[in-house]
């Protein structure tokens, strides 16, 4: 296509305005409930959360002082929203789950009407946090089994007169994440249906039945009861324009109403999958004595440059690292390691805090490799007490131990892996000296079983660092068993062997790297003649070599990466 003529462009009013577009269609929308019968329904085995994570969250807008008014109920009292007028004038909030013995109540400061309200209630492990507007309201103990199905959304579940006024926006549900833990930003952002989303809905201002999934979750039919209707008056959240595609021409307008598209290429940017700092590398665990970095996790946002800061501490900490890392757009898992070595602990990604207990390994072993794609984690060869050729496999979402996966060609340790949404590519390894490895192979996520041939590195290597982005992995450093500086790539979708990508700012081993979209960052590493605290990056859709990020905390080896934004999330 040339030339497209058209009469209007719609899009986000707020930014078009600044351009000088007038624009009729907002980016996000509500639902409007008028207190007489109006509810959504829908039911699922999706919201049978267990004993497990979840997070639940809407913006609300009253109309009308409530007497008592259900934002939500899950299977009758199962857990809720509800906001009361106590008699004092003051309207209250209740985060609620079981009967109404277990709560958090907050008032005054969330009196007003026609105003948006944000109201979050997450929980992890077995304590429940409550959030009004970012801001912790309180927390709770609620070890209880959840099962229910079945959500009602603007009245009390067993019918009667609860029944909610006013707006409700970007109502989300998540099942195995705890999003928030600690006070918070609120997102300026339309909320998106990142990893763990069975749920996000009444954002669509055409449709108040429409559900937005993108293929995460099961499918589901809300039914909409009353008058429920959809609205264009939102919270004011605008679309993530820092994704997409993006065309690196110019757009030319004449006098005749005629738009004239742009030339060049264009560029698929990665989402930031909902959180609120954008793609991070988080890393975990690591080896350097005298500095007590065993349990240490830090992090970077991989679009910037700069030190890393602190995130928490991993429960259990490897006597001196030697573990793997996997993650999905909002967990974090680490694997393995010297010390309790079947142990898996995982982090929520967009947060800062402690890792949590996630289940054990097959085989007790160090010196592993880990990958995934959005749904499989994936834990490879290793050390214990002779070297591994075992795949395991969790479904990352979900709390428990690991399964069988099938066998690599060769049992070794030190094998680095990376991937795309389909594949897991396993690169290198340490076998019996001198037959060290310089194979590339690859499993597909989606199914069971053994590896196969991928083709060739350019040279023998191990303990180095590999990262992806959808299309390219890189691998960075090692050993060879010479430390090295150097980078290879691959393209993931064509079985082949590697070539060179360039070097490192400085030779190192024992290193991990994370990745964006856009960049792979190296971490770290033991050099010559010590732990180094460097991180450097390169930019995946070019050649050349590293670039300096920053500085780790401190200087370290033996430790272990994982980002929101890698290539197996596609």
Known sequence: MGILRVNQISGDETQLST????????????????????????TSSDFSFGTGDFTIECWYNLTTTPTNFYIFDLSVNGIRFQ?????????????????????????????????????????????VYAFMDGILQGTFTEADNFTQTALTIGNYGGG????????????????GTALYTANFTPPTLILEPIQDTVLLCCNNPDSAAAVSLAGIGTSKTITVNGNAVAS?????????????TQFTGVTRLDTQGYIVPPSGTTE?????????????????????????????IEYLTISSTGNTQD???????????????????????????????????YITISTTGNSSTFGQLTVARRALGGCSNATRGLAVNGFAGSRSNVIDYVTIATEGNALDFGDTVEPSYATHCCGSPTRGVFTGGNTSTPANLNTIQYVTFAS????????????????????????????????????????DHITIATLGNAVSFGNLTVARNTLPSVASSVRGVFA????????????????????????DFGDLITGRSHFAGCSNGHGGLG
């Open 19 to 42: 351009l000088g577009i007038g624009t009729t269609a907002p980016v996000t929308g509500s639902v409007f409930f008028d207190g007489t019968g109006d509810t959504l329904t829908v």
């Open 83 to 127: 906001l009361y007028d106590e008699g004092s004038g003051q309207i209250k909030n209740y985060w609620t789950t079981k009967t109404g013995t277990s709560y958090v109540s907050a008032a005054n400061q969330f009196a007003e009407l026609n105003k948006w309200y944000y109201m979050v209630m997450t929980r992890k492990g077995t304590t």
């Open 160 to 175: 009667g007169n609860y029944e909610f006024t006013g707006y409700l926006s970007n109502f989300r549900i998540l099942k």
């Open 232 to 244: 264009t008056f939102n919270p004011g959240l605008v679309r993530n324009f820092t994704y997409g």
């Open 268 to 296: 698929n940017r990665f989402p930031n999958f909902g959180s609120v700092e954008g793609a991070r590398g988080v890393f975990g665990g690591g080896y350097n004595p005298g500095a007590s970095v065993a349990n240490l």
């Open 311 to 345: 995130f928490g501490d991993l429960s259990i900490a490897p006597i001196y690292g030697n573990l793997a890392a996997c993650s999905s757009s909002s967990r974090g898992l680490f694997m393995g390691g010297e010390n309790n070595t079947t142990q898996i602990n």
């Open 448 to 487: 069971l079983g053994n590896t196969s041939d991928f083709g060739d590195l350019t040279s023998i290597r191990f303990n180095h660092g590999c990262s992806s982005n959808v299309t390219r992995g890189i691998m960075g450093g090692g050993q060879t068993p010479g430390t090295t500086n150097t980078i």
């Open 524 to 547: 770290g590493g033991t050099g010559t003649p010590s732990f180094t605290n460097t991180i450097d990056y390169v930019t995946f859709s070019t050649i050349g070599n590293a670039t």
